[in-house]
């Protein structure tokens, strides 16, 4: 990998002088998320101040070629698909609190809906951002490692949970979370609302390490002891996309117990779909019945929910604030309800 050159341009009693900071291999030895984005920060402090940064061709054909695999990643990635290897889960499914979810993933993946076009634009300049982060964490001065790894968690009865981690800072495994200002509020006050099993996708990542490796996966400060249980230190650095804040959240992490591991074997190797996990909720005071946000976000929510409003089906009206999926329909919305994918009148607009 090659060098790359910060040239720091300043004024000083009135001549133009220049520093140089040549960064290549990791300089920084802390280990910690608070202190990696504060040396992000003081590089991107230094660069609004008039800092250039000229790089090798070695670095910018390697920064060139990381944001273009982000970009395709992005753009082809997250398809419904039928899972080409039987007995294969994924960390990014495990962690959510809904089994039938998990099931219909394995199972019915043909009865999910496609994501639209405006989601796939945000998963793909998502993933850009993360790996625009991950650059910059390099040109700060830290070591990034194991990029885009896979790794592979053993379950019992011959399943196994597989996926590709984000990378280690100087050792240390990260997940890396580009998030809407809502959602990065969320994390910044200590991801108290976990509704969609990140802590279960980290911990996923940081057993499959261990089971892989043992302690010489980690360094001395990511694991510990902890009465006569092994704890694995991982983080959350997240990127506030709209505002460009960044936040870390580090945490110890038990391992998957095999209860953990048997339980979820239990809820897809089964023909029999899982019991649904949540309730509706009151939409208001108007007696109306709709998802809860873990459902609305589900792909499979019409196919779970196709026996709501008396075996009609879900109903979808567009209120100012979002769509607002409705199971129980006691007084009609005066809102445009979705009809086979185009909005029909109920009324006055809200």
Not at 51 to 67: G, K, N, Q, V
Not at 95 to 100: A, D, F, I, L, S
Not at 248 to 258: H, K, N, T
Request: net charge positive; charged share 30%.
């Amino acid at each position: 990998m090659g060098l790359l050159e910060l040239r720091v341009f300043y004024q000083s009693s009135g001549r133009h002088n220049r520093r140089t900071y040549v960064v290549g291999k990791a300089t920084l030895k802390t280990t910690r998320g608070d202190d990696v984005q504060r040396h992000v920060r003081n590089l991107l402090s230094k660069v609004c101040k008039g800092e250039s940064i000229e790089t090798s061709d070695d670095a910018s054909a390697r920064i060139a070629d990381s944001l273009g695999k982000a970009f395709l990643g992005g753009l082809l990635g997250r398809q419904r698909i039928a899972r080409s290897e039987s007995k294969v889960l994924h960390f990014s499914e495990i962690g959510h609190p809904c089994p039938r979810k998990l099931w219909y993933n394995v199972h019915r993946p043909d009865m999910g809906e496609f994501i639209s076009p405006d989601t796939k634009l945000k998963f793909t300049y998502g993933d850009i951002i993360e790996e625009v982060y991950l650059e910059l964490v390099r040109i700060a001065g830290y070591e990034v490692s194991n990029e885009q790894d896979t790794v592979v968690l053993n379950l019992p009865d011959g399943w196994v949970v597989r996926g590709r981690v984000d990378a280690r800072i100087n050792g240390t495994l990260i997940d890396v979370k580009s998030a809407s200002s809502f959602s990065f509020d969320n994390f910044k006050k200590g991801l108290h609302n976990d509704k969609f099993g990140y802590r279960m996708q980290l911990k996923g990542y940081l057993s499959a390490f261990f089971e892989q490796g043992g302690n010489q996966q980690f360094g001395k400060n990511d694991i510990r002891r902890i009465q006569g249980r092994t704890e694995l230190y991982g983080e959350f650095h997240v990127i506030d996309k709209t505002l460009g804040h960044l936040t870390c959240l580090g945490e110890w992490y038990p391992l998957i117990s095999d209860m953990e591991k048997s339980a979820l074997v239990a809820s897809v190797d089964t023909p029999v779909e899982p019991e649904r996990k949540f309730s509706a909720i009151p939409e208001g005071k108007s007696g109306n019945e709709k998802l809860s946000t873990e459902c609305s976000y589900c792909p499979f929510k019409r196919e779970c929910w196709k026996d709501s409003n008396g075996g009609r089906g879900l109903r979808t009206f567009l209120y100012s604030n979002g769509p607002v999926f409705l199971t129980k329909v006691d007084k009609e919305p005066k809102v445009a309800e979705l009809m086979n994918d185009q909005p029909k009148s109920n009324g006055t607009a809200e």
